[in-house]
């Protein structure tokens, strides 16, 4: 968890000052906007399960180096892209490049550091250690809001670029000496099968994730038009109730059952969007960002554990790594989408159209309730399934 809330400060430190930089820095479009913060969910797309076979044959802590050395690549890219302010197409290429590298990179994180964790616990602690790592990776978001902000205010683009090489390289001496976990031997799934096991609560968690698209992509954008200073603070809200939420809820869809949960937290990530997009006043919007954080902070773990609990442990990389593929089909597609409604409709439209789109999850956590939906499903013939294990994948 440490490793992922350092790694992850990373991210954190771009998120508020990325639209401000491309938008403002380099004079273009909010469509453009959409495409740079969204690019580095869609280079996710195509490393998340190469990561999660990565982490299931060679080892969690292998990918989580592999991610951390990627990340420093995309931090050089950064530098680069400031060399070419001057032809801002030039320099947004190559931003877009140095995102892609970092989607590549957090995939490998966050796939092996979630790998790593449900190695070490009994499956049913499976959505709780979801969830605290996800509690680490927003608490560095959180962090990182103001930190970035702070850098670019006296540094510009170039202070986020050099926090970006050389946060990871530090991380990489706190990873080395942990004591690593044996990779997971057993038979390979069949892609196809993976998916139809997770595309499901896959698509539940993607409905829910367009209203983080939103919160990382245009909440500091609609803070600046309405005059909401500080332009971090929704961002910041949001994470905070996530991370709050995580640490005294995890537990909930371990609990209660993942569905279940999910089904009463997207309304509530849902009437925080809608707060947003209504008010006018800075403070409400604060509390719409802590709502939709709140709701948000358990949508994921609680699909994620309706997928996990349809795996057997030497294929939960995979399937970790196929589920979360869904987020960032989110990220990578609807964050531009978002972009062409703000310059069609304006900025606050985005949060409309994000509030409808979320309550789409409430009718995937049904669908998942429904008794003859909720049987689990073997992706992979394993050699030695035990007795429990066993009783567990019946009932």
Known sequence: MGVV???????????????????HGLGLSTFVVGLVTGSQFAASLFSRVWSGHYADRRGAKRAVIAGLLRAVAAGLLYFVSLSFVRTPWASVTILLAGRALLGSAESFIITGAVSWGLALVDPTNAGRVIAWMGMAMFAALAIGGPIGTTLYAFGGFGAVAAATTLIPLITILLVVPIASVAAQRG????????????????????????????????????????????????????????VASRMFFGHLPDKFGGAKVALA????????????????????????????????SLVYPGLGVEAVRRA???????????????????????????????????????????????LGTAFVALWLLAPKNGTKISIAASPVIKAKQCSRAIG
């Not at 937290?265 to 997009?277: P, S």
């Open 312 to 358: 057997p442990p030497q294929n939960r990389g995979l399937v970790m790594g196929a589920y979360t593929v869904f987020l960032d089909v989110a990220l990578g597609l609807g964050s531009p989408a978002l972009g062409l409604i703000a310059n069609w409709s304006g900025l606050g439209s985005v949060f409309l159209a994000t509030t409808l789109t979320t």
């Open 5 to 23: 809330l350092i790694a992850f400060l990373i991210i954190g430190l771009a998120l508020p000052v990325l639209p401000l930089h491309v938008h």
């Open 187 to 242: 038979v390979s799934p069949e892609l196809t099968k993976v998916i139809r096991a997770v595309w499901m609560p896959g698509l539940g968690s993607a409905l829910s994730t367009i209203g983080f698209g939103a919160m990382i992509g245009f909440s500091s954008l609609l803070s600046g038009e309405r005059g909401w200073n500080p332009v971090w603070l929704n961002f910041s809200s949001f994470a905070i109730a996530l």
């Open 265 to 296: 937290c997207v309304f509530i990530e849902a009437a925080g969007l809608a707060l947003i997009w209504l008010t006018p006043d800075y403070r409400w919007a604060a509390l719409g960002a802590a709502l939709t954080g709140f709701g948000y």
